[in-house]
């Protein structure tokens, strides 16, 4: 999901896929798709053991596949031989591999287990999750899918984006400043495991598991935000950054992306584990792996996210002062003290859309 990430907090491509015009037809990009899918899961009840997990999730795969390619011409609005010549099959390969198959897999799993959490179990009365798995999954890839067709749209008219919400440049900056992201990650890793083991006082399964998941909630989303001043900012100490940072600012990114994301991540792990591991419950040591994954996972992200952010605020010259805005993250360093030291606002616009 680092993709969805980089859609809301890069502020170029934030910019790009909130405008007004482009969110109307989101809309019906996303509507479309789903009264389709729900149609599909009607279908799939007589003709698959729709019951059983895997089969679910293979249907709700398929579903996504179809709506990321197909969503992703639509952002696109070129004819698909266009497409194909100028995309490529690795950039289609992974739109319909990452953001359709993956991503709906993870977001079927991430309804499942919200769902057991609630007491609504899946095994116990499988129509009902069943069909908000296909439903959400099928409108969030179309959303994403979308999106991103328009950011490729948008790069071939000659609009400057420094980064592509693919995660090539997360390979690159791992490479390449491994020894900056290793503590991070080593940090996550032991707080994300100590963080797990708050529900062992819980008797009641789905209680232990709601604990454990506020916690990995709470310390991945704080983690991730430590982690983004610190690519921010490399040269300068982040706790430095974070102190100088209004509390309101750093409520807002603590929420979004870090804690929605940490949670999200640990509730697709859960997934793995009941629905196609089929474990009956989440032991004390699949909590301490999952959360140590998770929370470390959420610190490399927001460190690289830091790091892109940085790159486009080194580019400021070359880039107009509306594409350094954005929605999610808007004021986030409005308040601080700049990398020189020197105290000032940073141009990063007023904009309070949702996308």
Same mark, same amino acid.
């Given at each position: 999901?680092?993709?969805?990430? +980089?859609?809301?907090?890069?502020?170029?491509?934030?910019? +790009?896929?909130?405008?007004?015009?482009?969110? &109307?037809?989101?809309?019906?990009?996303?509507?479309?798709?789903? $009264?389709?899918?729900?149609?599909?899961?009607?279908?799939?009840?007589?003709?698959?053991?729709?019951?059983?997990?895997?089969?679910?999730?293979?249907?709700?795969?398929?579903?996504?596949?179809?709506? +990321?390619?197909?969503?992703?011409?639509?952002?696109?609005?070129?004819? *698909?031989?266009?497409?194909?010549?100028?995309?490529?099959?690795? !950039?289609?390969?992974? /739109?319909?591999? *990452?953001?359709?198959?993956?991503?709906?897999?993870?977001?079927? !799993?991430?309804?499942?287990? /919200?769902?057991?959490?609630?007491?609504?179990?899946?095994?116990?009365?499988?129509?009902?999750?069943?069909?908000?798995?296909?439903?959400?999954?099928?409108?969030?890839?179309? @959303?994403?899918?979308?999106?991103?067709?328009?950011?490729?749209?948008?790069?071939?008219?000659? &609009?400057?984006? $420094?980064?592509?919400?693919?995660?090539?440049? %997360? $390979?690159?900056?791992?490479? @390449?400043?491994?020894?900056?992201?290793?503590?991070?990650?080593?940090?996550?890793?032991?707080?994300?495991?100590?963080?797990?083991?708050?529900?062992?006082?819980?008797?009641?399964?789905?209680?232990? +598991?709601?604990?454990?998941?506020?916690?990995?909630?709470?310390?991945?989303?704080?983690? =991730?935000?430590?982690?983004?001043?610190?690519?921010?900012?490399?040269?300068?100490? *982040?706790?430095?950054?974070?102190?100088?940072?209004?509390?309101?600012?750093?409520?807002?990114? *603590?929420?979004?992306?870090?804690?929605?994301?940490?949670?999200?991540?640990? %509730?697709?792990?859960?997934?793995? !584990? %009941?629905?196609?591991?089929?474990?009956?419950?989440?032991?004390?040591? =699949?909590? =301490?792996?999952?959360?140590?994954?998770?929370?470390?996972?959420?610190?490399?992200?927001?460190?690289?996210?830091?790091?892109? @952010?940085?790159?486009?605020?080194?580019? =400021?010259?070359?880039?107009?002062?509306?594409?350094?805005?954005?929605?999610?993250?808007?004021?986030?360093?409005?308040?601080?003290?700049?990398?020189?030291?020197?105290?000032?606002?940073?141009?990063?616009?007023?904009?309070?859309?949702?996308?």
């Amino acid at each position: 999901m680092l993709h969805r990430m +980089a859609l809301r907090v890069i502020p170029s491509l934030s910019l +790009a896929v909130t405008e007004d015009a482009v969110r &109307r037809q989101k809309r019906i990009v996303m509507f479309v798709p789903g $009264l389709i899918a729900f149609g599909v899961y009607r279908l799939a009840k007589h003709l698959v053991p729709i019951t059983e997990p895997l089969v679910l999730l293979a249907v709700s795969s398929l579903v996504a596949m179809v709506t +990321a390619l197909l969503s992703y011409w639509v952002g696109r609005s070129a004819p *698909w031989s266009v497409i194909v010549r100028q995309d490529g099959a690795r !950039l289609l390969g992974w /739109l319909a591999g *990452w953001i359709g198959a993956v991503y709906g897999i993870q977001l079927s !799993l991430l309804v499942l287990t /919200l769902l057991w959490i609630m007491h609504y179990s899946y095994f116990q009365h499988p129509d009902g999750p069943a069909m908000m798995a296909i439903i959400i999954s099928c409108t969030s890839v179309a @959303r994403d899918a979308f999106e991103i067709g328009h950011v490729r749209k948008l790069s071939l008219l000659g &609009r400057p984006f $420094l980064t592509f919400p693919d995660g090539e440049q %997360l $390979l690159v900056l791992v490479q @390449r400043r491994a020894w900056q992201l290793g503590p991070w990650a080593v940090v996550g890793l032991g707080l994300g495991a100590m963080a797990s083991l708050s529900g062992a006082a819980m008797v009641d399964a789905q209680g232990a +598991a709601l604990v454990q998941l506020l916690s990995v909630t709470v310390l991945g989303g704080g983690l =991730a935000l430590c982690a983004y001043f610190g690519g921010l900012y490399p040269s300068v100490p *982040w706790a430095h950054t974070f102190r100088q940072t209004a509390p309101g600012e750093l409520m807002k990114y *603590w929420w979004w992306p870090g804690m929605a994301f940490a949670s999200t991540y640990y %509730l697709v792990t859960m997934g793995v !584990l %009941l629905f196609v591991v089929r474990q009956p419950t989440i032991t004390l040591s =699949a909590a =301490a792996v999952m959360g140590a994954m998770v929370t470390a996972m959420m610190a490399v992200y927001g460190y690289y996210l830091g790091d892109r @952010r940085h790159v486009e605020d080194e580019q =400021a010259p070359q880039l107009s002062s509306g594409m350094l805005r954005c929605p999610f993250v808007m004021g986030i360093l409005g308040k601080t003290v700049g990398a020189d030291g020197a105290a000032g606002e940073l141009a990063l616009g007023k904009t309070g859309t949702k996308g």
